[in-house]
């Protein structure tokens, strides 16, 4: 038995939120703009509202304005439309689309019309790929908070094993390939794996990104393992994770609640703000390029 520690994805997301104010304060004093993050909902489904509706309220907290676009009923050519304005219209700093969405929406090929430098999701293939070469691009939003919350308490992955359970293009992929990143041993498992329990045993980190409720068993895990569960899931109505409350064999571990949502919440915050100063940075190197040029014709 060891004494377990807690990730605190409350304190994480806190200090991240503190620092994204400022930052809109020192954005809006230099350009007289706001920061806006367009968020949409397609469909009806119940739980996309709320996950919306709290992002929203932490873009309030920071001073971030939200254009929302609630579309009840749509068309994946309704739905790139859109996004085409929202990529051209420089008052919109970063795009958020809620998933999933409706069977009825391609939903990748809508992702990937998202202009890379609003992209603040990190949904597309284009950023996907970016991140997995290791170049500048928003990461997927929950495993990037994955990373903040291992930076935040000094967690080195270097040369551990670690272990992802879930392989989704929104969670698994992405966090083993920023494991990678950060030179872990990586093996991602899914439901063709065999002896899942062995492949966790080996793990000294361990990711749950399933979405079955305490799916990985506690005895499971490695003495002295850092268990971080992104899975959100309800046991009687009370929220779960996908992994066994691991006291006492964890060395470090994320709670659920109170672990990998708040901190998911406020890298999106995050990324918002980044993306919003790359523009301007964009901007004025393009404003730069362009009086260099006429410039160099009027030698
Ligand atoms: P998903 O798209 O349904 O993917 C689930 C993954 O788990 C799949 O790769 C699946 O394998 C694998 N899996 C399912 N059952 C398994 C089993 N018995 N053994 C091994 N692997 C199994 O889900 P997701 O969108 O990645 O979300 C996963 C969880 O994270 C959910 O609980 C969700 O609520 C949570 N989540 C949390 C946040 C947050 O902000 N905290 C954000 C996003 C998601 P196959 O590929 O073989 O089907």
């Known amino acids: 038995m060891i004494e377990s520690k807690i990730l605190d994805g409350k304190l994480v997301s806190k200090t991240l939120e503190t620092a994204v104010r ?13 920061v806006t993050l ?20 932490a873009c309030r907290r920071v001073g971030i304005y939200t254009r929302e676009y609630f579309l009840p009923q749509f068309t994946t050519e309704g739905l790139i439309s859109l996004i085409e304005v929202l990529n051209e219209d420089p008052s919109v700093n970063g795009i958020l689309i809620q998933h999933p969405l409706p069977k009825n929406i391609d939903e990748k090929k809508c992702f990937d019309k998202i202009a890379l430098e609003k992209d603040v999701d990190g949904l597309s293939s284009h950023s996907f790929g970016k991140m ?51 030179n872990a041993t990586v093996t991602i498992c899914h439901t063709k794996t065999q002896n899942l329990e062995d492949e966790i045993k080996s793990a000294d980190i361990v990711i749950g990104a399933v979405g079955k409720p ?25 929220p779960v994770g996908d992994i066994e409350n691991p006291t006492s064999v964890a060395s470090l571990y994320t709670p659920v609640p109170g672990g990998v949502g708040p901190v998911t919440i406020a ?10 100063e790359k523009q ?9 390029t362009e009086k260099q040029y006429i410039k160099e014709v009027n030698k």
């Open 214 to 238: 305490e799916l990985i068993k506690k005895d499971w895990l490695k003495e002295g393992a850092v268990v971080i569960d992104a899975g959100y899931n309800y046991i009687n109505g009370k």
């Open 280 to 288: 301007k940075q964009l901007d004025k190197n393009k404003n730069y």
């Open 132 to 182: 997995a070469f290791g170049e500048e691009a928003f990461g997927a939003a929950t495993p990037t908070g994955i990373m903040h919350i291992l930076d935040f308490y000094h967690i080195d992955v270097s040369g551990k094993k670690a272990c992802v359970v879930g392989r989704s293009p929104i969670l698994g992929k992405p966090m083993a390939a920023m494991l990678l990143n950060r």
């Open 267 to 276: 890298t999106l915050l995050t990324n918002t703000i980044t993306a919003a």
């Open 38 to 57: 367009a968020t949409i909902i397609v469909g009806n489904d119940k739980a996309s509202k709320t996950y919306v509706n709290m992002k929203s309220k």
């Open 22 to 34: 400022n930052r809109v304060y020192e954005y809006e004093e230099a350009y007289g703009e706001e």
